[in-house]
């Protein structure tokens, strides 16, 4: 078993590395959601009439 280095460097980001970061993790974030978003929907419209059908329209 290898047992890592206690002194590790760190790589320091600059301001602009941060802000950078941050845009892309809020891009991916929106992206992900976005795209949730359209399965939810292609669900619904392509289920949503078969669903009708499957109900009985006589509750008795």
Do not use: C, W
Not at 24 to 37: E, F, Q
Not at 47 to 57: K, Y
């Amino acid at each position: 078993m290898i047992v890592a280095d206690k002194n590790l460097e760190l790589v320091t980001l600059t301001e602009r590395q941060r802000k950078a970061r941050r845009n892309r993790s809020v891009a991916i974030g929106v992206a992900l959601a976005a795209l949730v978003i359209i399965f939810y929907i292609a669900t619904i419209v392509r289920f949503g009439h078969h669903a009708s059908a499957l109900m009985p329209t006589n509750l008795m």
